[in-house]
């Protein structure tokens, strides 16, 4: 069976890496490139972290893209200060990495995503683990690919739970509430994987010890990336017991879909001022026999969590 095509469309912090070697060690996924954003940190911060994790990973093949620097809705960015805290100014817990010999792609983010489409049709996924602002803009940009791209599966959203920037809005929706609900509302088919779910799935020291264990430069230094993150969680939601497996969630999903129960619905994403960056379901598309999207709303985080380490551990162990 061929494996399917994957693009992930990242802005590099702490959960961002992780999926990164998600979906390097997934056999059924092909990770055919990295398109970077803004977010966790600034667009060229989040491509240097990017080749130096695919680099330290083995993956020196797949291409690194810079894409949008700022939202739809304004001309410039900068990182909240929330965010340097729970991702370190590095965006990857403040541990340096060695340097990549590799550079950033000519070629945008945006149209590299509009030249997949084109080549990989139906067979393409690609997975958005920050703001929606680069597929929104290659939307716009070329209309056709919604009709061509296989699926897209986002961290993003939430629809039972409060948000986690504010009560209505999750952070990467946040960052551009227009831009995601351009991609909700096109023809695009959308696997909305947000905090319904990522909140369930748990990673903790146990885990990262396993990595540090392995005694591989690749183990060592995720280990200590992630066990800054669960520090900062441990500070910031004590309740939780360990850090949330966001973006990597959303590529185990797009790579197994039967980790979640979905709801098929047609979704929308508020942009007036009371409920910016709220996803709810479009209360003028209820009855639509064929909604374009659907929202995990349970997961089998017992089975993500042994594939998940799985999956990494041998990545780890398999790039001294």
Known sequence: MAKQKIILDVDTGVDDAMAIAYAVAAPNADLIGVVNSYGNVLVNQAAKNSLEIL???????????????????????????????????????????????????????????????????????IIPTGPLTNLALALRKDPEIADLIGNVTLMGGALTVPGNVTDAAEANINQDATAANEVFRSKLHDTMVGLDVTLRTLLTKNETKKWRDLGTVAGEKFADIVDYYIDIYAELYPALGGCSLHDPLAVGVACDP????????????HTDEHNYGRTTGDKDHLDDPHPTASAAIQVDEKRYLKTFMEYLNYLFANNK
């Open 55 to 125: 680099d330290m990973l083995g993956a020196t093949d797949v291409p690194v893209f810079e894409g949008q620097p700022h939202s739809l809705e304004s001309n410039t960015f900068e990182v909240m200060e929330v965010s340097e805290h729970i991702h370190g100014k590095n965006g990857i817990g403040n541990v340096e990495l060695p340097a990549s010999s590799r550079q950033v792609q000519e070629q945008s983010g945006v149209d590299f995503m509009i030249e997949a489409a084109h080549k990989y049709g139906k067979n393409l996924t």
């Open 258 to 269: 039967s980790f979640v129960q979905t709801l098929d619905i047609d979704l929308l994403v």
